[in-house]
């Protein structure tokens, strides 16, 4: 009897760790409700992307040229949504801890424009650098990859 009374209080503890531990995760990431994003890819591999967001840039590609060692520089990256609902941008990744982004942790609706800011620091750079900035939105295909690219020179290297 005091084995089952014991097993039963384990499972009732393991099951609301669970729950507050599953339900805490979602509420600190501040995940979007379902209803907001689509999918149009299906199991029977029909698909219905006519009503999706579609993330255009501008440009996909910045030259910053060449920089002085220690310079910090930075770029927006000008999108439109073209596509028929609202647009969430879910993350911005770097390839560097060097380069940070900034972008809209809002929905752009359909028509509307907006900006990811890049900033790169080229403290204890030099040469040729290549970075890439990972746009994760609910558009299909779900990511894009922006690239910065910047030569960083010593100070008497400039002239």
């Known amino acids: 009897m005091k084995i089952n009374a014991l097993l039963l209080i384990t499972a009732f503890a393991f099951a609301g760790l669970l729950q507050t531990s599953c339900g805490s ?3 600190a990431e ?3 409700p379902a209803d907001i994003v689509k999918n149009p890819n299906t199991a029977s591999g029909k698909s219905d992307a006519g009503n999706m967001p579609v993330l255009e840039f501008e440009k996909d590609f910045h030259d910053f040229g060449r920089i002085i060692q220690g ?3 930075s770029y927006s990256f ?3 949504n073209a596509g028929e609902s609202d647009l969430i941008i879910s993350k911005v990744s770097t390839s560097c801890g060097c380069t940070v982004p900034e972008f809209p942790k809002t929905p752009i609706r359909p028509g509307e424009s907006n ?3 890049v900033k790169f620091d080229s403290e ?3 040469g040729f650098q290549n ?3 990972t746009v994760v939105s609910n558009t299909q295909p779900n990511s894009v990859v922006l690239r910065i690219k910047a030569q960083v020179v010593l100070p008497e290297e400039m002239n």
Request: glycine share 4%.
């Open 25 to 27: 995760k979602n509420a």
């Open 30 to 32: 501040g995940l979007y």
């Open 71 to 73: 310079e910090k520089v």
């Open 78 to 80: 000008k999108f439109t």
């Open 115 to 117: 900006k990811i800011t």
């Open 124 to 126: 204890n750079r030099r």
């Open 131 to 133: 970075k890439s900035i």
